[in-house]
């Protein structure tokens, strides 16, 4: 119970320190990933020169990988445009892939057989890519359904408690494992964007900042207590009932996840069809409420080069959009997104809120253009409130 209560603060704070690091501190998601990169490589590094379990060192551990796994997958979709759907496809196979090779060279993948050096690269490998796999699904279900955080908490905290009722009923027990740890993943982040989000996105207000503290300061205080009295050692564990189980019984609950994984399907397919917007929490951070003063454009202080530049852009998709060529008009608003992106160091110091206005209008835009269902009209408007900006 340690484990999975300290995994799912990890997971927490992972979400919200990366939000606060890339969003509101204003660093960018790209150096905020680079700096996590080296940041891994460090702490990794520390964890595989140790021969033992050390309560600081490992949940340190999985705390860098948790925010590291999460700009990757954020990099993908605001940087490259790869759809949610595409890069939950990706890591899923990749994930399938290490547990192929994993299992193939070692005949377990069981975490109670970590003993090699080997074994534990696979381990990370894994962990890692769970948590990548994690946010893209977790954001590809907020963008399907448009749930609010505190309702998109519901899904995955319903479908780990039905893992561990077939895991109580005799399911295979690594599988389980493996299951309940993807999930945590989602759960972890949704408690999170609930927790920091305004409650005009759904959340509860306390912001990214605050958030993080709490859960660092949870952390770090359920470190020491491990630390000290080694309650989530194998040694120290309390014996509860023990869970025994057949192959037959083991395949019968193969049976149990899958119906239990189509109900879910169905569910997400019904919410997918019911009118609504993007989710705040699928995107990268939670709306703020910015208005000009009198007389202020939202571009008078930018270079002129760079604003015509987007006006460019965004004629280029509104036509597409007008002639009904939607791929082209995702292919193209994805310039609009990458030049923006790329810009941010650049203009926001010259001009922060007019910056912040033209950023709300084209997550609008992308909002829109990028919908599973795509409606015209609101493409248009989107579209066509962004170039009127643009060209005051």
């Given at each position: 119970?340690?484990?999975?209560?300290?995994?799912i603060?990890?997971?927490?704070?992972?979400?919200?320190?990366?939000d606060?690091?890339?969003?509101?501190?204003?660093?960018?998601?790209?150096?905020?990933?680079?700096?996590f990169?080296?940041?891994l490589?460090?702490v990794l590094?520390?964890?595989?020169?140790?021969?033992?379990?050390?309560?600081?060192?490992?949940?340190?551990?999985?705390?860098?990988?948790?925010?590291?796994?999460?700009l990757?997958?954020?990099?993908?979709?605001?940087?490259l445009?790869v759809?949610?759907?595409?890069?939950?496809?990706?890591?899923?196979?990749?994930?399938?892939?290490?547990?192929?090779?994993?299992?193939y060279?070692?005949?377990?993948?069981?975490i109670?057989?970590?003993?090699?050096?080997r074994?534990?690269?696979?381990y990370?490998?894994?962990?890692l890519?769970?948590?990548a796999?994690?946010?893209?699904?977790?954001?590809?279900?907020l963008e399907l359904?448009?749930?609010?955080?505190?309702?998109?908490?519901l899904?995955?905290?319903?479908?780990?408690?039905?893992v561990?009722?077939?895991?109580?009923l005799?399911?295979?027990?690594?599988?389980?494992?493996w299951?309940?740890?993807?999930?945590?993943?989602?759960?972890?982040?949704?408690?999170?964007?609930?927790?920091?989000?305004?409650a005009s996105?759904?959340g509860?207000?306390l912001?990214v900042?605050?958030?993080s503290?709490?859960?660092?300061?949870?952390?770090l205080?359920?470190?020491i207590?491990?630390?000290?009295?080694?309650?989530?050692t194998?040694?120290?564990?309390?014996e509860?009932?023990?869970?025994?189980?057949?192959?037959?019984?083991?395949?019968?609950m193969i049976?149990?996840?899958?119906?239990?994984?189509?109900?879910?399907?169905?569910?997400l397919?019904?919410?997918?069809?019911?009118p609504?917007?993007?989710?705040?929490?699928?995107?990268?951070?939670p709306?703020?409420?910015?208005?000009?003063?009198?007389?202020?454009?939202?571009?008078?202080?930018?270079?002129?080069?760079?604003?015509?530049?987007?006006?460019?852009?965004?004629?280029?998709?509104?036509?597409?959009?007008q002639a009904?060529?939607q791929?082209?008009?995702?292919a193209?608003?994805?310039?609009?997104?990458?030049?923006?992106?790329?810009?941010?160091p650049?203009l926001?110091?010259?001009?922060?809120?007019?910056?912040?206005?033209?950023?709300?209008q084209i997550?609008?835009?992308?909002?829109?253009?990028?919908?599973?269902?795509?409606?015209?009209?609101a493409?248009?408007?989107?579209?066509s409130?962004?170039?009127?900006?643009?060209t005051?």
């Open positions: 119970m340690w484990f999975w209560v300290i995994k603060l990890c997971t927490t704070v992972g979400e919200s320190f990366a606060w690091i890339n969003m509101t501190l204003g660093v960018g998601l790209e150096l905020t990933s680079v700096l990169t080296v940041i490589a460090g590094t520390w964890q595989l020169t140790l021969r033992r379990y050390v309560p600081f060192v490992y949940w340190l551990t999985v705390v860098v990988v948790s925010v590291a796994g999460t990757y997958t954020d990099i993908l979709t605001d940087d445009g759809p949610l759907a595409a890069s939950t496809t990706v890591f899923a196979l990749i994930l399938g892939v290490v547990f192929a090779i994993w299992w060279s070692q005949r377990t993948l069981s109670h057989s970590i003993t090699t050096r074994r534990e690269l696979f990370w490998l894994a962990i890519t769970t948590f796999l994690g946010t893209a699904s977790g954001d590809w279900i359904t448009g749930w609010s955080p505190g309702i998109s908490v899904l995955p905290a319903g479908l780990i408690i039905a561990v009722i077939g895991w109580r005799g399911a295979n027990a690594v599988l389980s494992f299951l309940a740890y993807i999930l945590t993943r989602p759960l972890g982040a949704n408690l999170g964007d609930w927790l920091g989000f305004p996105d759904g509860l207000g912001g900042g605050l958030t503290i709490i859960f660092l300061t949870a952390i205080a359920t470190v207590y491990l630390s000290v009295t080694r309650a989530d194998v040694e120290n564990r309390r509860g009932a023990r869970i025994t189980t057949t192959p037959q019984r083991e395949r019968v049976g149990y996840f899958l119906g239990v994984a189509a109900i879910a399907a169905g569910l397919v019904w919410a997918a069809a019911q609504h917007s993007t989710a705040a929490a699928s995107e990268e951070g709306a703020t409420a910015v208005t000009l003063a009198p007389g202020q454009t939202a571009t008078q202080n930018f270079p002129a080069s760079n604003i015509t530049a987007y006006e460019v852009i965004v004629q280029d998709t509104l036509a597409r959009v009904g060529d791929a082209g008009a995702v193209r608003v994805a310039d609009l997104e990458k030049a923006w992106d790329a810009d941010q650049t926001e110091p010259l001009d922060g809120t007019g910056w912040s206005v033209i950023d709300g997550d609008a835009v992308l909002t829109s253009v990028r919908a599973t269902s795509p409606d015209p009209a493409q248009t408007t989107a579209l409130t962004l170039l009127a900006t643009l005051p």
